[in-house]
Each structure stands twice: as C-alpha cells, then as structure tokens.
C-alpha cells in the first residue's frame, strides 16, 4: 500500500483509474468468505481511494468538507454515549450497530488522511487529529463494553450433573485397624466415571447470544490496532472468572507447606477434590475457554492462543504445585489409591493439555504435566512399596484372640480388592519393578494355559503382595501356644484370602491354580487342627484288643472318665475360639463329628453292658450336640451337662 | 562459570571419594574439596556482585543477572550435594549434629519451593505490566502524534502504575476476591481492570507471607564453629545460607504476597572468606531495600524500576501534553520512549526463561529433599 502514498492525482485520467479502482475493490469488499486479513486490506483500500477522491475534490474544496461531515457525524453518534450512563449493548442492537459504524466510519477516515501526506494541509492535519482523539474514546469505550459484556453475560456451569464425586471410602493403614470392616464395598459408587466417558464436553462460558457482540467489537478494535487493549480486557475478565469458579469447586491455593503438614483425612478429600476438579476445568471448562477465544479472536494468528495461555496458566500452575506436594509427601500406604487417581486422572488428560498448549508459548504448561505425571507415578510405585513394607513388618505381641481372622488380612484383602480397577495404570508402573528379593513367590507353575492376566506385573505383585502377608500370618500364628489354635488361626486367614480373591476379580489375576493350591492349604490346617485337637481325645475311646468282644469295667470306666475331662477340655476352649465363616465352621464341625461322634458311638455300642453306669457323663448325642457349640467365640462350660 | 568447570569439579569429588574412600587422609582430601568449592562460590558471587548498577543489559538485579544468580543457585545445589552425598555411608548423614541439621535444611528446602512458587506468580505480574508499557510505548510511538494517542498512552501507564504499585498485603487481596461484579452503571467499572492480578492466584495460600517464610528459614541459621567448621555442618550451612540468600535475593527483587517486613539481615558470617562478596550483595539489596520498602513497590528488579521511573515521567509528560507540543519535550519524550520500549524488549525476551529458571529450581528443590530424604532413610538406624 506504500506505493498509493507517493502521488495525489493531478489529472483527469487519473480520476478515471481511481474510479475504476474503486468500484472493483468495492465490488471485491462486497464478497462473502473473505479472509478478515483480506477484508481488511480491501477495507484499507476503500478508505484510502475514497480519501484521494476527496482529495482530488479539494481543489474546489469540497473533500475535505465532505471528509469533515462525516467526521462531525461520527463524533456525534460517538459522543452521545459518554454522557450517557447505560451501556450500550444494553441499550438495543440498534443503538450497538449505529455505534460501531461510526467508530467504523472514524476508522477509515483515520486511515484514510494517514494515508495523505499530512504537511501539505492544515486542515487535513486538524481533522486528522479530531478523527484520531474519537477514535481514542470510542476504543476506550469499547473496552468498557467489552468487560461489561463478559461480565454481564459470563455463565457459570454447575459441575454436579457433568462428573459425580468419587465416594469410595478410604482405607486406611494404623496400626490398630480401626478402619477396616469387611462391608462390600459397592464397586459402581466408586469410579463412575471412566477415563473417556467424558468426551467432549464444552460448555458457553460466555452467553451465546453475545459472542457475534464480542466478535463485532474485536474486529473493530483490531483493525484499530487496539488489539492488545482487547487482549488485556478479555484476559483481565476471563482469569477471574475461572479463578471464581476454581474457588467455586472448593478448591483453594495451598501451599507446599500446608500439604505436607496435612492430616490424611483432610489431604484425602483434598486429592480426592483435585482430581475432580482437574478434570472439570481441563474437559470442561479450559475446553470452552480455548472454544471462547477462537471463537472471538480466530484468525488474528496468534492471539487467541496467548490470550488463553494468560487465562489458564495461573490456576493451571496452582492445580499443578497441590500435585507437586502430593507426590513429594510421605509415602504412605494409603495414598495409593488416591495417587492412583490422580496419576490416571493426569494421563487421560495428557492429549487434552497437549492440544490446548500446542502453540510454542504452552509448551511450559505441557512440560509442567508430564513431569507431574511421572512424579506421580513414581510416587505412586513408593506407596505401593510403602504397602508391602507395612504388610511384612506388621509386628504383634500377643496372639489374636480366638483364633479368627486377623486384621491385617482384612485390611490387606480389601485394599487389593480395587487394585483390578487399576490395572492397566499398575501394570505400566510396575512394569519394571521387581518385588524384593527375600519376598520371592515361589510361583505357580500356570503352563501353556496361562492367561495374559495371571502373568501381568500387577498379577506378580499381586501374589508376593499376599505371600507377605502369609509368611506374617505365620509368624503370628506362633504366638499361639496351643498348636490346634495355630492351624484354626491359619485355616481362617487362608480360608478368608481365598474367599476374598475368589468373591472378586481378584481371581482372574490369581489363578485357578494359585486358588487350588490355597484350598489345599486351608483345608491341611483343618486336618492338622483335628489331628492336634481329637486325636489323643479319640485315643480313649480305641479299642486296644480288637479281637476281644469287650474291655473291663475298669478300663472302661478309665476310659471313659479320660474321655469326658478331655472333652470338657476341649469344649471349654474350644468354644471361645473363633470361625467367622459359617460354612467353615459347619464343615469342620461335621468333619469333627465323623470322627469323634462315630469313635463315642463305637466305643459305647461295644460296651453296651457297662453303659448304664454313673460313669458315663455325655450321651452320643450330647457330644454331637456338644460339637455344635465349638468356634462360636464365646468360652461356655459342660459342668452340669446331665440336663441336656 | 562453565559447565565445564562444574562436571570436573564434579569428577574430582567422585574419582577422590573413589580413591581414598575409608583410608586414612580422607578428611584431608574433604577439607581440600570444601576449600576449592568454596573458592569457587566465592568467585560466582563476586562475579555477581561486581555487575555494574546501570547498564543496558547485565546491570545489578536486572532479569540477565537474576538468571545468572539462579544459574548459580543451580550449581551450588549440584556441587553441594555431591560434597554431602556422592559415595558417602548414609550412616554419617544420619549421626549428630547432621541428623539435626539436615532435616532443618529440609524444612528450608520446603519453604524455598513456596517462595519460587510465589516468584513465578510475581513474574507474572511483570509480565502483566510489559503487557501494558508495551501499549504505552506503541501510543507514543504513533506519528503522527495527537491528544488521542497521548490519552491512549496515559490509560495504559496509569494501569500499569497501580499495577506496580500493587499492594502485597493480604487484606487487599481478599477485596479485590470478594468485589462482585455489579456495575450496570458505568461509574463503578472506570478503573476496575487495573487491580486485576491482586486476584486469587496471585497467592501462594490464605495467610502466607514471605517475608516470614524467610524469617522462619533463618532460625537457627549459624556458622559452624570449630572442629565442625571444616567437616560435614560446612556444606549444609553453605547449601542453607546460599538458599535462604538466593530465595530473599528473589522477594525482593520480584512481586510476592506480602512482603511487609521483609528482614534485611540474614545470618551471614562475615569472618569467612567464600561469603564476602555474598554479603556485599546483600548489603547493597538490603540498603536499597529499605529506601523503597515504605513506598509500596514491585519490587527491585531492575527493569521494574526503570519502567517505573519511565512510566512516572510520561505520565507527566501525556496529562500536560497539547497538540502538537514542544518540539524539545517531544525528542526528550521519544529518548525515553525508546528507552521504555528497551525494557519491553528486555522483558520479552528475559521473563519466559526467567520463569523457567525459577521452575527448574523449584523442580531441583524437590529432587534434591527426596535424595536427602531417601539418605535419612538408608541411614536410620534400624528399629
């Protein structure tokens, strides 16, 4: 356009070319689908030819008064309004429309006596002044509007409908196990939202109807070269508004200090809150911000993403030091899970942060993520660890009374009951983690039959996860100084370990082989504990001459005597230990019922001469009843059982 | 200092510990790798502080200079840390006085992380008032020149002044929070957008205070006496002081939440070779420091204060300005203009990096308390 500066026509075939020039370009303007880049030359073109026209006129002075009216015209459209306290775009699209074509018009007319060399004329200088002095104020003006609109029209969007809030409960590692019940946990409350469940989900921060209003007044403040004054407005609104709305999920700047200091309970909520909130304001709400600025700024190059970069990065930053102070914390067990999410909760959103900052001036952001990711995770994999520590160093004094299942299991079972969930997130960061090597499982050969499940990392955690847990179950078991008490302690807490991989999907990582063995070894311990328990109580009732048809009075009565005081032994202990399984409990007690039963029996059936004597206490079925009081957890007596 | 320079230091602590490991003289050679680092601490601070007041590029707190501490800080931390850590029995780490004082080094650590935290919030406020200059400086740069441009400059300058002189305390902070946004009319919307990064994320958390983050930082801050002046508590005092240093260095010279009060005394002992040059540093920070503090300022960052100055004068120049004006006003007016678009230009190129730089030594704080803390526990004697 340089070259139009140099000459102001001086004769009439020049008049004819403008003319000529100008009709085209005004024919060319008239064109849909234009470029804004070209629009606005064409635009430039237009003020500028129509300029040297007038020009040209000025010779009989015309032009410039022309020039002058119209200025006088625009100024006065424009002036209006700063007397008047209602806003504009308030006032009626009518009024808005009438506005910007004259802050339009003055445009032009600025651009247009630019374009002139302005020392030749005083007065083209003078109007040239008053023309730039209007357009000072109504871009000033604009600005106000701008901000108003934004506000005015700014919608905030409730977050409940989009994600429901996880409500697992925690699990938490203590010493005393206060907070393990073994309640089902209803599995669908827990993680109701998937990674890709979301989608795309952009909402209108900004009321629809107003952003051809927004549009209209970038347009004119950009080709006015106040560009950057819009930026700064929409930036200024847009950052509080998200700033409020971050505030709004209940999520607050804390600092690294105050997250390290954090109670769990608190700190939970808290990681809990932030992956909620993560997700919201990346899917959702940065979504509709960076929708927003292409929406109002698209085709100005760049702008639109360094706008929304200024909006973002201060509350992008904050959500990343919380990450940043939740992964530098303690490792302890319990922040697994919560570490878990968040690590997950960053991964899927990986691709959404990196197409949000892919210009060159978000690649800060984007780095920002991904080494939080990996911090996550690493700090993730020291929890873990942290988890298999705390199960093999879980030390006891004294034995668990009754024999029944121990806490720690429990704690254990149900805690690695959600690992399925995460499952792909383990196996990744697993991968390359060995389990110690005192902790070697001595693995189940699974063969050609081999699922991809039962060998995965998390599959092999998995399994020296619970091999720590039996070889401390062991060790407790020996504070048991009654073998029959070890081996009913034993069978519960293998009996509980499989029940609880097997009631869950567990099993598929387990295996049928590993579920096999641990049957075998639950039900050793019941046969070990009959054999400890009955065997030297059995040992009464043996017939010792097998051949004779019958034993002495004496012998019998010895036997028999024997045979009750070991009995009322065994029923006084007994009773107060502990299967919580019922089925368990039946099948050792029918088990035991075979045995003893049928050797009482026996042995009274043949002796039936003696069997009216004082000297028999129980009646078989007394001791068949008897049988069915043992593991009930509460200690009882046979003193005075001759009522039964 | 050239990473060239770094790495061989860095060998020759690794291939010595190496050599010497568990034979006799091995405090020797320790005291010797003290003496060189400290020597060579002691070259970098005076490098620093030997940088001229008012230079068009590496001037005295301006954002080069800063980089060039930060960088500093960065091999410090490195070389420090190999001293403590490389090849070393964790059992030592753990022994008196050290199993006291490196969990007080963690705690400054943490501290230090919320500071650059905080820093990088401020850098973003300078990035703010570029923003505005730049507008500024595009107005006045306008030929030709009238009233409209000289009121278009004005409105930016005036925002970018109470931009600056944004007020750190937190009662302002929690104002501007709890504004509603209620103006149909125009009256109450004149100035609003000025204030606009006293907003939320501006802070570090409700209630924190830099300045006493630094004053919690230096408790129990003390030289080293004696014997334990050339063995371990050496490098954990040098890493403590030159963080506390280096974190003060940065409220001061960058916009943080509430830095009224800022102490402008650190515990430096100044009877030790490496720490003269640091302490003329401080000593310069500190006097300037107090001259500004009562003024309610954004801070010592060079080129701050030259936008301020700037910014104040052409405020001046566009309130009483009158088409067409002096022809002498004019061209001092365009000297500075140029001047101010200097420091835009400065600012554009050096705050990115600059916030990089505080984000890298944030990141380097955190691996370095985990290497710390992983030593602790290697070393903890087994329950």
């Known amino acids: 356009m340089d070259g139009c500066q140099s000459g102001v026509p001086t004769y009439e075939g020049d008049l004819h070319v403008v003319a000529a020039a100008h009709h085209i370009v005004k024919a060319l303007g008239?064109?849909?689908?234009?470029?804004?880049?070209?629009?606005?030359?064409?635009?430039?073109?237009?003020?500028?030819?129509?300029?040297?026209?007038?020009?040209?006129?000025?010779?009989?002075?015309?032009?410039?008064?022309?020039?002058?009216?119209?200025?006088?015209?625009?100024e006065r459209k424009i002036m209006r309004w700063e007397t008047d306290p209602m806003m504009i775009w308030d006032s009626g699209p009518k009024e808005a429309s009438d506005y910007l074509e004259a802050v339009d018009e003055t445009g032009k007319l600025v651009d247009g006596l630019r374009g002139l060399s302005v020392h030749e004329n005083r007065k083209q200088k003078e109007i040239l002044h008053r023309a730039m002095n209007i357009l000072q104020m109504a871009m000033s003006r604009l600005e106000e509007e701008l901000i108003h609109i934004l506000v005015r029209h700014g919608q905030q969007f409730e977050p409940k409908h989009m994600y429901s809030r996880s409500i697992r409960k925690d699990i938490v590692y203590d010493e005393s196990f206060i907070s393990v019940e073994d309640e089902p946990i209803k599995e669908t409350s827990s993680r109701n939202y998937s990674n890709d469940e979301s989608g795309e989900c952009i909402v209108d921060l900004v009321h629809a109807d107003v952003i051809p209003d927004i549009k209209s007044i970038a347009k004119v403040m950009f080709t006015s070269n106040y560009g950057p004054e819009f930026c700064e407005a929409l930036i200024s609104v847009q950052k509080e508004a998200l700033e409020q709305y971050f505030s709004f999920l209940g999520t607050e700047n804390l600092s690294i200090e105050d997250v390290l200091k954090m109670e769990w309970t608190c700190l939970s909520s808290k990681m809990n809150k932030w992956t909620w909130s993560m997700k919201i304001i990346v899917r959702v709400y940065l979504a509709s911000e960076k929708q927003l600025c292409d929406q109002v700024l698209g085709g100005l190059g760049s702008v639109s993403s360094y706008c929304f970069l200024e909006i973002s990065k201060a509350t992008i930053l904050c959500l990343l030091n919380f990450g940043e102070a939740v992964a530098m914390g303690p490792h302890r067990p319990e922040k697994l899970l919560r570490l878990l999410d968040m690590y997950e909760t960053l991964a899927c959103l990986l691709r959404d942060i990196d197409t949000l900052f892919s210009e060159e001036a978000g690649s800060f952001i984007q780095l920002q993520f991904h080494e939080l990711l990996e911090r996550l995770g690493e700090s993730a994999i020291a929890a873990f660890e942290a988890f298999r520590v705390a199960?093999?160093?879980?030390?006891?004094?004294?034995?668990?009374?009754?024999?029944?299942?121990?806490?720690?299991?429990?704690?254990?079972?149900?805690?690695?009951?959600?690992?399925?969930?995460?499952?792909?997130?383990?196996?990744?960061?697993?991968?390359?983690?060995?389990?110690?090597?005192?902790?070697?499982?001595?693995?189940p050969d699974y063969g050609l039959d081999a699922s991809l499940l039962t060998s995965c990392p998390m599959a092999y955690h998995l399994r020296s996860i619970t091999s720590c847990l039996e070889s401390n179950l062991h060790k407790k078991s020996q504070l048991y100084k009654d073998e029959a008490l070890q081996h009913i302690f034993l069978m519960n807490n293998i009996h509980y370990l499989v029940q609880k991989v097997k009631g869950s999907e567990l099993r598929l990582f387990f295996g049928d082989e590993w579920i096999r063995k641990h049957n075998a070894m639950f039900q050793q311990h019941a046969m070990n504990y009959e054999r400890a328990t009955w065997s030297s109580v059995v040992s009464f009732l043996k017939d010792d001459n097998p051949g004779s048809s019958s034993m002495s009075k004496s012998t019998f009565k010895e036997r028999c005597k024997g045979f009750s005081v070991a009995f009322e032994e065994v029923y006084k202990t007994q009773t107060s230990w502990s299967i919580p399984d019922p089925e368990l409990r039946e099948d050792l007690r029918i088990s035991t019922s075979l045995k003893v039963v049928l050797a009482y029996r026996t042995f009274l059936g043949r002796n039936l001469a003696y069997t009216d004597d004082k000297c028999v206490k129980h009646t078989v079925e007394h001791v068949e009843n008897s049988l069915l009081d043992l593991f009930e957890g509460s200690s009882r007596s046979l003193r005075n059982s001759r009522r039964w | 200092m050239t990473g060239t320079d770094q790495s061989s230091f860095l060998g020759r602590i690794s291939i010595r510990r190496n050599q010497v490991n568990a034979m006799e003289g091995y405090h020797e050679q320790e005291i010797e790798d003290l003496e060189l680092f400290q020597k060579q601490l002691s070259d970098r601070f005076a490098e620093l502080l030997s940088a001229p007041d008012d230079a068009p590029t590496e001037a005295f707190l301006s954002i080069s200079w800063i980089r060039k501490l930060l960088d500093v800080f960065l091999c410090c931390e490195t070389e420090c840390k190999a001293i403590l850590l490389m090849e070393r029995d964790a059992a030592q780490i753990s022994k008196p006085p050290l199993d006291r004082l490196i969990p007080e080094l963690l705690e400054r650590v943490v501290k230090a992380m919320d500071i650059c935290n905080a820093a990088t919030n401020g850098v973003e406020l300078v990035r703010h008032c570029q923003k505005l200059a730049e507008i500024a400086v595009s107005a006045l740069e306008q030929k030709p020149f009238g009233e409209g441009q000289a009121r278009r400059a004005k409105k930016a300058l005036v925002s970018l002044m109470s931009a600056m002189h944004v007020d750190d305390k937190e009662s302002s902070v929690q104002k501007t929070a709890e504004r509603s946004w209620s103006f149909g009319r125009r009256s109450g919307n004149k100035d609003r957008h000025h204030g606009h990064y006293r907003s939320l994320s501006w802070q570090v958390a409700k209630h924190w205070s830099a300045s006493k983050q630094i004053h919690a930082m230096t408790m129990n801050l003390a030289a080293p006496r004696g014997p334990e002046a050339s063995c371990l508590p050496a490098p954990v005092y040098i890493l403590s002081l030159i963080i506390v240093f280096v974190m003060w260095v940065l409220i001061a010279a960058i916009p943080c939440q509430e830095r009224s009060g800022l102490t402008t005394h650190l515990p430096i002992n100044k009877h030790v070779n490496w720490t003269h040059s640091l302490a003329g540093i401080h000593d310069k920070i500190g006097e300037e420091w107090k001259k500004k503090e009562k003024k309610g300022m954004a801070g010592l960052l060079y080129e701050m204060q030259k936008m301020e100055k700037l910014g104040q004068s052409l405020i001046e120049f566009t309130d009483s300005y009158q088409f067409p004006g002096e022809k002498e006003k004019l061209d001092e007016v365009a000297a500075q203009v140029a001047e101010l678009a200097e420091v835009c230009r400065r600012m554009d190129e050096g705050l990115v990096p600059l916030q990089m730089l505080i984000r890298e030594a944030f990141h380097r704080l955190v691996r370095n308390r985990t290497e710390f803390l992983d030593v602790l526990e290697q070393g903890a004697p087994v329950v």
């Open chain 1, 391 to 443: 199960i093999s160093s879980n030390g006891s004094l004294y034995p668990f009374a009754g024999g029944g299942v121990h806490p720690l299991n429990k704690y254990v079972m149900n805690y690695i009951r959600m690992f399925p969930e995460y499952c792909n997130t383990l196996n990744l960061l697993l991968k390359n983690q060995h389990p110690g090597v005192a902790d070697q499982v001595t693995e």
């Open chain 1, 30 to 74: 008239a064109t849909k689908n234009l470029s804004d880049d070209l629009r606005k030359i064409l635009i430039d073109l237009d003020s500028h030819l129509s300029m040297i026209t007038s020009n040209i006129d000025s010779k009989g002075g015309r032009g410039l008064v022309d020039v002058e009216e119209r200025l006088d015209q625009a």
